[in-house]
């Protein structure tokens, strides 16, 4: 297969990002964590991220790439951005030379890498200065030497599939699932002497699994802590369930009846989910189960591993997820950005299902009318991506939007004098668009390692709080239109507190000082 495909699909990945992020790469709380992390690495303050404290819950491959970017003299707003693109691009590329290993259809790989290039979910992950681009493209990395390690039985590929899987592991925890993936294919998919394979995995093992042993052993001496959360048991909601199959739904149907303004009903688009599933699940045993069982008693390579290897991420990713919820974070919601990494490799194990499917059937009909479907859902995918980056190419996204771009506030918190200090609901907004640090509204509830509960100190708090703004001149920025914060203090609070006046009336908000 000619490669021009995959060069146009990349350049195209370019420029969807590129549109999408005209009013800069998206930014978000993890965002401004993540580069004042960066930020206090550089300026020699440490771990620390925008609160002041030592950032355990990031792991540091992607701080520590922003870092770089600023020892470089980058700018890391701008560099992520085209950095997202160009991982755009190789991730969109990088499915369809999956595939093309696999597939005995010529447009499997190109079904593939379009899906992958006009997947709203994929669109907006690598539009936001999140770490989830670099995560995806090592996960996809790493899966792809361990699918080629279990067809050659090749060390090298083991090892570079290890390489790739403990630097995904250190862009984020999740990354568990691919190594857990790893020992996964040495025991069930290699057909090796047991000698063999506990030397693999030994190998595996401590490849993959070093740098974060090391991270966690510095994380337990620094704060006490080996990953910044607790663990206590709590299992999976049915909310969680729910919305996790919600975000799913969303990869495989619309939300609206076509051409109408009615939306599917979630029970419809959960039940759909489910019957996909199902169906897929059915697919696989019939199309892969055969093939396994005869592999299974062969003593030479194996060639139907690519997409045992996807599959098994998939349901390890999930699993991890569901983990995740049971012992540490109730309050996690399985939005796109918990389940774009399991996307990718999701899409290349039913591309890889379907390609097993048509290429024995031999009546022309079937094959055509599959080819029809497949050009209907290609371009609903496509019209989804057209309107989605028109509409961030005119709007902005998150904290990076025109609308915070245009904020009557920020241009008044611009005017402050650089020794003012600044309380704010909006820090992280601030962080960005005033390029300074500002100080946190009080909280009311306590968070420590992801247990929450009710911060019994908010009085001494508050009084802190006024102290600093009689003695330094400060001022509080509150924006009153910003979604997400009924953890800190309101205005109402603040102004039962403490005498304050209004110094600057905008029209998403107010600039408070201590009333003389």
């Given amino acids: 297969m000619r490669l021009a495909p995959f060069v146009a699909a990349a350049l195209l990945a370019v420029l969807l ?54 020892l470089l003299d980058l700018d890391p707003l701008i560099t992520t951005r085209w950095l997202n693109a160009a991982l755009f691009a190789a991730n969109v590329v990088l499915v369809g030379l999956i595939l093309k290993r696999d597939a005995r259809m010529a447009w499997t790989p190109i079904v593939g890498s379009f899906l992958a290039l006009t997947s709203v979910d994929m669109l907006e992950i690598h539009s936001m200065a999140w770490s989830e681009p670099v995560f995806i493209f090592l996960g996809l990395l790493g899966l792809l030497w361990l699918s080629a390690y279990a067809e050659r039985r090749a060390r090298g590929m083991l090892l570079a599939s290890a390489a790739a899987i403990a630097l995904t592991m250190m862009t984020r925890y999740a990354g568990l699932a691919f190594a857990a993936t790893g020992l996964a294919v040495i025991w ?21 699994f070093l740098p974060t042993l090391a991270w966690a052993v510095r994380n337990m001496i620094v704060g006490g802590t080996a990953t910044g959360r607790i663990t206590r048991f709590q299992p999976v909601l049915l909310n969680h369930i729910k919305g996790g199959l919600r975000t799913a739904s969303l990869w495989i149907m619309p939300q609206r009846i076509p051409l109408t303004d009615v939306p599917v009903p979630i029970a419809v688009r959960i039940a759909v989910v489910l019957a996909a599933i199902v169906a897929i699940v059915l697919v696989a045993c019939l199309t892969l189960g055969r093939r396994a069982r005869s592999s299974a008693a062969q003593t030479g390579p194996r060639s139907d591993t690519l997409p045992l290897v996807m599959g098994l991420c998939v349901v390890l990713y999930v699993g991890l997820l569901a983990g995740y919820v049971t012992f540490s974070d109730r309050y996690a919601v399985f939005n796109l950005r918990y389940l774009s990494p399991a996307f990718l490799p999701a899409l290349i194990f039913v591309a890889c299902l379907g390609d097993r499917l048509l290429r024995n059937v031999h009546r022309r009909r079937v094959v055509i009318t599959v ?146």
């Fill in 188 to 208: 069930l998919l290699t057909n090796q002497k047991l000698l063999r394979k506990l030397a693999d995995s030994a190998l595996f093992t401590l490849t993959a």
């Fill in 17 to 70: 990002v590129g549109l999408s992020t005209h009013w800069g790469v998206g930014t978000s709380p993890d965002s401004a964590s993540f580069f004042s992390v960066a930020h206090n690495l550089v300026a020699g303050n440490g771990y620390r991220d925008i609160y002041g404290t030592d950032a355990a819950l990031r792991p540091p491959l992607y701080p520590g790439l922003l870092a770089l970017m600023g």
């Fill in 371 to 516: 080819g029809v479907l497949v050009t209907l859902f290609a371009l609903w995918y496509a019209n989804r991506a057209f309107w989605w980056v028109a509409w961030r190419h005119g709007e902005g996204l998150a904290l990076m939007s025109k609308a915070w771009h245009n904020s009557e506030l920020i241009s008044r918190a611009r005017e402050l004098g650089p020794d003012v200090p600044i309380y704010s609901n909006a820090v992280d907004a601030l962080y960005f668009h005033l390029d300074r640090a500002t100080t946190q509204l009080p909280s009311k509830i306590k968070t420590v390692r992801y247990a929450y509960a009710r911060n019994e100190h908010l009085a001494d708090d508050l009084d802190a709080m006024r102290r600093v703004l009689e003695r330094e001149g400060g001022v509080i920025v509150f924006f009153d239109k910003i979604k997400g914060r009924a953890y800190l203090v309101s205005q109402e609070d603040l102004e039962r507190a403490m005498p304050l006046r209004v110094r600057t009336q905008a029209a998403d908000g107010v600039i408070y000082e201590i009333a003389q």
